[in-house]
């Protein structure tokens, strides 16, 4: 089992910058991906960006060269740092992470995400 509580949602305005944190506990020892997904009022859940233990990335076209992933193993976090919002950025996201090797994933609660033009 493995939980998630996200940090660091809010209210911004277009062209500004978020970050968002999202802590792990539990059987950490067994994540593997870590990513942020969203969800906007009326559409369905999409990924935003993931990154593997490994290092590896994956982007949203829509996000590509403005929102960044990293992660702490360390510390059992991962962060998304958003530059250049937009309305359309506006959602709940989500925090979650697959594990190894039983391939379950997790989801963190939300937290909402309001870019104002």
């Known amino acids: 089992q493995v939980r998630l509580v996200e940090s660091g949602g809010g209210l911004v305005q277009a062209g500004g910058s978020l970050t968002l944190s999202c802590t792990a506990s539990?059987?950490?020892?067994?994540?593997?991906?870590m990513g942020w997904y969203r969800q906007a009022p009326g559409k369905q859940r999409e990924l935003v960006a993931i990154r593997t233990r490994g290092g590896s990335t994956t982007y949203a076209d829509s996000v590509k060269g403005r929102f960044t992933i990293s992660r702490d193993d360390a510390k059992s976090t991962v962060y998304l740092q958003m530059n250049s919002v937009n309305p359309e950025d506006t959602a709940v996201y989500y925090c979650?992470?697959?594990?190894?090797?039983?391939?379950?994933?997790?989801w963190g609660q939300g937290t909402q995400v309001t870019v104002s033009s």
């Open positions: 539990g059987n950490i020892f067994s994540i593997s991906t």
């Open positions: 979650s992470v697959d594990t190894f090797p039983s391939g379950a994933r997790y």
